[in-house]
């Protein structure tokens, strides 16, 4: 029984050899892809964080902005009143009446 099997590993070692070839670059094959996805997932890491950080920050300036432009819009409202009270003095004309 030892003898056949010598004799059948001796017979196919090239079949062997082939088949422990194709189980090593299958090895190989997997702990590359498995190498690529945890990259690929600590990039898409890195830039969830830092993209958060930058929206946040934007979001910030924007803020500031709006409140600016809110500040501006204010005071020419208040201005534009000023004016329409100084004209309508002088004009002797009530802001509600419009002559035709």
Same mark, same amino acid.
């Given at each position: 029984? !030892?003898? *056949? /099997? #010598?004799t059948w590993l001796r017979e196919n070692s090239t079949?062997?050899?082939f088949l422990i070839a194709q189980? !090593?670059?299958i090895g190989a094959a997997g702990a590359s @892809? @498995? /190498?690529?996805?945890?990259?690929? &997932? %600590? #990039?898409?890491h890195i830039i969830e964080t830092r993209g958060a950080e930058f929206t946040v920050h934007r979001m910030d300036q924007? %803020?500031?902005?709006? /409140?600016?432009? &809110? $500040?501006n819009? *204010?005071? $020419?409202e208040h201005t534009i009143d000023r004016i329409v009270d100084v004209? %309508? #003095? &002088?004009l002797h004309i009530s802001?509600? #009446? !419009?002559k035709p």
């Open positions: 029984m !030892v003898e *056949q /099997a #010598r079949l062997l050899y189980f !090593v670059a @892809f @498995f /190498a690529y996805m945890v990259k690929l &997932e %600590t #990039r898409v924007m %803020t500031l902005g709006i /409140a600016k432009l &809110e $500040n819009i *204010q005071k $020419n004209m %309508t #003095r &002088e802001p509600g #009446r !419009v």
